[in-house]
């Protein structure tokens, strides 16, 4: 609970018990018995969204209801069902706030509504700038984890695949991703890529929960491919460059959006 909704409920506490002596017997509460069926029978969410539909009556009479509603209230908590008494007590903070903007005998001296309003605005404020800086930090620390982006690993991108071996036999694709990764995967295995961290010029790296690997590319001759060396299971631990990247891999390959 925030700590403007905390607020309002000690002050709903503390009014409804100052006006119970006010409640007269202008008929019999209405939303304090509706909320204690819907509870029992839907729970606390649907109960909530039947409180939205009755506080928009014009006939509320709030002493009465806030009475009933703290009585509700506390035999929740004495109870031990604190997610109806806290769910309940919120229903009566927002039945005391819309009593005290209507004025009149339950109006509470010193409370200003336009200072309340300005007090939630502050807190939404707050609350969406914690979410921003949040999300800042999510986002740097992915980037840390991805390791830097860069613009020359075309160089390494084909086909790799054992060597001596007349067909392409147990093949790993090399590709690039369209924010400047490297992207590896094997090609015998149902398997999604691994998006490789930059270690050092010629070594990526990978890991998850799963898996654990580091792939390095050594020039092999002069015509600008490679060997790449990996600890990968199930393959040889040095393999040859086979050929170019199919059109479907040559393009670059979207990051995931989770």
């Known amino acids: 609970?925030?700590?403007?909704?905390?607020?309002?409920?000690?002050?709903?506490?503390?009014?409804?018990?100052?006006?119970?002596?006010?409640?007269?017997?202008?008929?019999?509460?209405?939303?304090?018995?509706?909320?204690?069926?819907?509870?029992?029978?839907?729970?606390?969410?649907?109960?909530?969204?039947?409180?939205?539909?009755?506080?928009?009556?014009?006939?509320?009479?709030?002493?009465?209801?806030?009475?009933?509603?703290?009585?509700?209230?506390?035999?929740?908590?004495?109870?031990?069902?604190?997610?109806?008494?806290?769910?309940?007590?919120?229903?009566?903070?927002?039945?005391?706030?819309?009593?005290?903007?209507?004025?009149?005998?339950?109006?509470?001296?010193?409370?200003?509504?336009?200072?309340?309003?300005?007090?939630?605005?502050?807190?939404?404020?707050?609350?969406?700038?914690?979410?921003?800086?949040?999300?800042?930090?999510?986002?740097?620390?992915?980037?840390?984890?991805?390791?830097?982006?860069?613009d020359d690993l075309q160089r390494f991108t084909g086909f790799y695949g054992e060597g001596g071996s007349a067909d392409m036999g147990k093949t790993i694709f090399v590709a690039v991703s369209c924010d400047g990764y490297l992207v590896t995967g094997p090609m015998w295995a149902d398997v999604g890529p691994w998006w490789m961290r930059s270690a050092a010029d010629t070594v990526f790296t990978y890991a998850d929960s799963w898996t654990n690997l580091s792939l390095e590319f050594v020039p092999d001759g002069d015509d600008g491919h490679h060997i790449l060396n990996n600890d990968i299971d199930g393959i040889a631990a040095a393999l040859e460059w086979k050929k170019e990247l199919t059109p479907e891999y040559a393009k670059c390959v979207e990051r995931p959006l989770r």
Do not use: C, W
């Open 1 to 150: 609970m925030s700590r403007l909704r905390t607020f309002v409920l000690v002050i709903a506490f503390f009014s409804s018990l100052s006006i119970a002596t006010h409640a007269v017997a202008q008929g019999a509460p209405v939303i304090a018995p509706e909320m204690a069926r819907v509870i029992s029978e839907d729970g606390v969410d649907a109960a909530k969204a039947r409180f939205k539909e009755l506080l928009a009556s014009e006939s509320i009479n709030h002493a009465t209801e806030l009475s009933a509603m703290h009585s509700l209230m506390s035999s929740y908590m004495q109870a031990g069902n604190m997610d109806a008494g806290s769910a309940i007590g919120e229903m009566s903070a927002e039945l005391t706030v819309q009593m005290m903007s209507a004025g009149g005998a339950y109006s509470m001296p010193g409370m200003d509504m336009e200072q309340l309003r300005k007090m939630e605005e502050a807190e939404r404020a707050q609350e969406q700038q914690a979410r921003q800086e949040e999300e800042k930090l999510a986002a740097k620390q992915r980037q840390q984890s991805r390791g830097k982006s860069r």
